[in-house]
T-cell receptor
Framework: AQSVAQPEDQVNVAEGNPLTVKCTYS??????LFWYVQYPNRGLQFLLK????DNLVKGSYGFEAEFNKSQTSFHLKKPSALVSDSALYFC???????????WGAGTKLIIKP | EAGVAQSPRYKIIEKRQSVAFWCNPI?????LYWYQQILGQGPKLLIQ????????DSQLPKDRFSAERLKGVDSTLKIQPAKLEDSAVYLC????????????FGPGTRLTVL
């Protein structure tokens, strides 16, 4: 069965410091991985996705994520955090044999000035 | 380019009442999704349409939920009768095709069942 784990409910980072939001997954076959961000009272916004190719994926707002097949991880990163990055971040995955995206429970990112 | 539109944004009903949500996807997007997002959880797919056909409705509680996408454009999700546990945000998303195409989400409808 497919699954996604976001092991941290909340991540606290000081503004200007690098940030990492963790995601691990389990799928059969090749994984297709996504990151979305959700601001209060707004829908989910697409950040980036990994389909194939380069393990380092660059996305919107300066975010990037690294696909690590051996560790079955797809951690979201940003070199220098902004207060405006504070939001809820979701990782999602699908495998070869299933149409559905399976979503993690989300990680609340808090950037302190 | 206009995004995914949803209405209403908020709805409060009593249990056992019925409610309907509307979604208009991004123009040209063949695939439309309805998700349920309970507070503190990730979205759960309720139903996926490809044009006006159903691709996946395996997690739709069919005794009380129904959805249609007439003419392959906008879509309506209905709950009848509502239960307390249906309180959630209902998200509509669309993508050009299915598969690994990026899904674009509307603002959602927050449903409170009293």
């Amino acid at each position: 069965a497919q699954s996604v784990a976001q092991p941290e409910d909340q991540v606290n980072v000081a503004e200007g410091n690098p940030l990492t939001v963790k995601c691990t997954y389990s799928v059969s076959g090749n994984p297709y991985l996504f990151w979305y961000v959700q601001y209060p009272n707004r829908g989910l916004q697409f950040l980036l996705k990994y389909i194939t190719g380069d393990n380092l994926v660059k996305g919107s707002y300066g975010f990037e994520a690294e696909f690590n097949k051996s560790q079955t991880s797809f951690h979201l990163k940003k070199p220098s955090a902004l207060v405006s990055d504070s939001a809820l971040y979701f990782c999602a995955v699908r495998g070869d044999s299933n149409y559905q995206l399976i979503w993690g429970a989300g990680t609340k990112l808090i950037i302190k000035p | 380019e206009a995004g995914v539109a949803q209405s209403p944004r908020y709805k409060i009903i009593e249990k056992r009442q019925s409610v309907a949500f509307w979604c208009n996807p991004i123009s040209g997007h063949a695939t439309l999704y309805w998700y349920q997002q309970i507070l503190g959880q990730g979205p759960k797919l309720l139903i996926q349409f490809q044009n006006n056909g159903v691709v996946d409705d395996s997690q739709l509680p069919k005794d009380r939920f129904s959805a249609e996408r007439l003419k392959g454009v906008d879509s309506t999700l209905k709950i009848q009768p509502a239960k307390l546990e249906d309180s959630a945000v209902y998200l509509c998303a669309s993508s050009l095709g299915g598969g690994v195409d990026t899904q674009y989400f509307g603002p959602g409808t927050r449903l409170t069942v009293l």
